[in-house]
């Protein structure tokens, strides 16, 4: 039984930084891809970035610069280092995992976590 469990939300203000986690179980992590989405009231699931087993990382537009994707196998854990915070990054963020295909698509993803919130003010 696969389980991702994300954790590290919370309030912040503009400006400020916040470190998800997701810690993985049940599978051999090293084996899938992994990728951080984000939801908004309202919207549409959007992919925010993603890793591949050999650590390349790809990211939306919008976040390059200020997200950083990483994982550690040894810990079978996923992060996401998120930097100079706006109102527009509030969502619920969720962490996944494929066996392949488009980083970025919701389609691909065959696990998810239960999400954590990330709200951000002005």
């Known amino acids: 039984q696969v389980q991702l469990v994300e954790s590290g939300g919370g309030s912040v203000q503009a400006g400020g930084s916040l470190r998800l986690s997701c810690a993985a179980s049940?599978?051999?992590?090293?084996?899938?891809?992994m990728g951080w989405f984000r939801q908004a009231p309202g919207k549409e699931r959007e992919g925010v970035a993603g890793?591949?087993?050999?650590?390349?990382?790809s990211y939306v537009d919008y976040v390059k610069g200020r997200f950083t994707i990483s994982q550690d196998n040894a810990k079978n854990t996923l992060y996401l280092q998120m930097n100079s915070l706006t109102p527009e990054d509030t969502a619920m963020y969720y962490c996944?995992?494929?066996?392949?295909?488009?980083?970025?698509?919701?389609?691909?993803?065959?696990?998810w976590g239960q999400g954590t919130q990330v709200t951000v003010s002005s």
């Open positions: 890793i591949d087993r050999d650590g390349s990382t």
């Open positions: 996944a995992a494929r066996y392949g295909g488009s980083w970025s698509s919701v389609l691909e993803y065959n696990y």
């Open positions: 049940g599978y051999m992590y090293s084996t899938y891809y």
